[in-house]
């Protein structure tokens, strides 16, 4: 990868042998989501605290005896605070926290696919030694050398943090629904189905639909590899019978249809 410091990019190899290209976030977009993060924190902490007094007010009846089992608690709710925040949020916000979504970039693992639980909770462990020795400075300086702007969180958990793909149709599936020779009770289907579909599922839908064009002439048994083992998870998962499922131009337009009604939807909501 050649380091492009304004649009720095990485290629990675999906389970399924695609290579996609992703636009790497930079660290000043990073230190700003950390900084939003950071300030959810903060009011996060302080919530924890007034409710550690209250219950311990509540519970010894006055704030004589309070002081040393508060600070015990304290220290607790900071640590789970400043940490797990972090990996309840990346793993229900598809590889994003709050500040991460604000800023447009999330978190994904080394083969492109979503963070898991364990890669989530090392990177995020290691934050507190990227923290030293002030404020992220540690980790700012191996991010700037790194040559795929990883912090020391991100090479022992094997992520890497890139621009998030805006809830956007590719050229060559803004097309009319309509237009597609799929049946219509099947279109129907789509649009009743189309909420069981996830965000990362959908953007890896919209990956394939951009690269099958070119890889099908060159490799056509690994596109339709990936066209029907697609479209087949996904209409197992939105319940939907396929009555081609080994026609790939039968699935190749219901990834179109699939794709297509959730941006609209997206759009529309």
């Given at each position: 990868?050649?380091?492009?410091?304004?649009?720095?990019?990485?290629?990675?190899?999906?389970?399924?042998?695609?290579?996609?290209?992703?636009?790497?976030?930079?660290?000043?977009?990073?230190?700003?989501?950390?900084?939003?993060?950071i300030l959810v924190q903060v009011g996060l902490t302080l919530v924890v605290g007034l409710l550690a007094i209250a219950g311990l007010v509540l519970w010894q009846g006055g704030l004589a005896d309070v002081g040393g089992t508060?600070?015990?608690?304290?220290?607790?709710?900071?640590f789970f605070v400043w940490s797990a925040y972090f990996?309840?949020?990346?793993?229900?916000?598809?590889?994003?926290?709050?500040?991460?979504?604000?800023?447009?970039?999330?978190v994904i693992k080394r083969d492109g696919s979503s963070v898991d639980f364990l890669a989530s909770a090392i990177r995020n462990l290691l934050r507190w030694v990227d923290?030293?020795?002030?404020?992220?400075?540690?980790?700012?300086?191996?991010?700037?050398?790194?040559a795929r702007y990883q912090r020391l969180g991100d090479m022992a958990a094997g992520t890497y943090v890139?621009?998030?793909?805006?809830?956007?149709?590719?050229?060559?599936?803004?097309?009319?629904?309509?237009?597609l020779p799929l049946p219509d009770s099947l279109k129907d289907s789509v649009r009743a189905s189309v909420s069981a579909v996830e965000q990362d599922?959908?953007?890896?839908?919209?990956?394939?639909?951009?690269?099958?064009?070119?890889?099908?002439?060159?490799?056509?048994?690994?596109?339709?590899?990936l066209c029907w083992q697609t479209a087949g998870a996904l209409a197992r998962k939105m319940r939907i019978p396929l009555d081609r499922p080994s026609d790939y131009?039968?699935?190749?337009?219901?990834?179109?249809?699939?794709?297509?009604v959730y941006a609209q939807r997206s759009v529309a909501g």
């Open positions: 990868m050649a380091k492009d410091l304004l649009h720095p990019t990485v290629e990675l190899e999906t389970p399924d042998h695609v290579v996609v290209t992703f636009q790497l976030a930079g660290l000043g977009r990073r230190a700003l989501a950390t900084a939003l993060d508060f600070i015990a608690i304290t220290i607790i709710a900071i990996i309840i949020s990346e793993l229900r916000m598809n590889g994003q926290s709050l500040g991460k979504r604000k800023l447009g970039i999330r923290f030293f020795p002030t404020f992220y400075g540690l980790g700012a300086l191996v991010t700037l050398l790194s890139v621009v998030q793909e805006r809830d956007q149709v590719p050229e060559h599936v803004l097309i009319d629904l309509q237009s599922e959908y953007e890896y839908v919209l990956r394939l639909l951009r690269r099958l064009p070119d890889l099908g002439p060159r490799q056509p048994a690994i596109a339709q590899h131009d039968y699935c190749y337009y219901f990834l179109n249809a699939v794709a297509t």
